[in-house]
């Protein structure tokens, strides 16, 4: 059984920072893309940024040279340093990931539970 568990989130103010960890368990044999996601309030879930494996990123016009993902694959681990947090950004954030596991052959996604980052004016 495989999880992914995400913490980092909470309330913070306007211009303010945050990180955010997502750690994958179980019977991992690897881990592909890793991503970000968000929702917020009567929105759509939206993709933040992504991770290959090998460390190539890819983030959103909306949070470029503000946000930056990055992950240790000793720890299956995902983070999220988001930096000069806006208002805008509150959401639930959620962690993705591409996982073999056990004895698949083919990976399968997987997502986490999320995590609230509320940001204040």
């Known amino acids: 059984q495989v999880q992914l568990v995400e913490s980092g989130g909470g309330l913070v103010q306007a211009g303010g920072s945050l990180r955010l960890s997502c750690a994958a368990s179980g019977s991992i044999v690897s881990i592909g893309v890793m991503a970000w996601y968000r929702q917020a309030p009567g929105k759509q879930r939206e993709l933040v940024a992504t991770?290959?494996?090998?460390?190539?990123?890819n983030h959103a016009d909306s949070v470029k040279g503000r946000f930056t993902i990055s992950r240790e694959n000793a720890k299956n681990t995902v983070y999220l340093q988001m930096n000069s947090l806006k208002p805008e950004d509150t959401a639930v954030f959620y962690c993705?990931?591409?996982?073999?596991?056990?004895?698949?052959?083919?990976?399968?996604?997987?997502w986490g539970q999320g995590t609230q980052v509320t940001v204040s004016s």
């Open positions: 991770i290959t494996s090998d460390g190539s990123t």
């Open positions: 993705n990931a591409d996982i073999r596991a056990g004895s698949t052959w083919s990976y399968r996604n997987y």
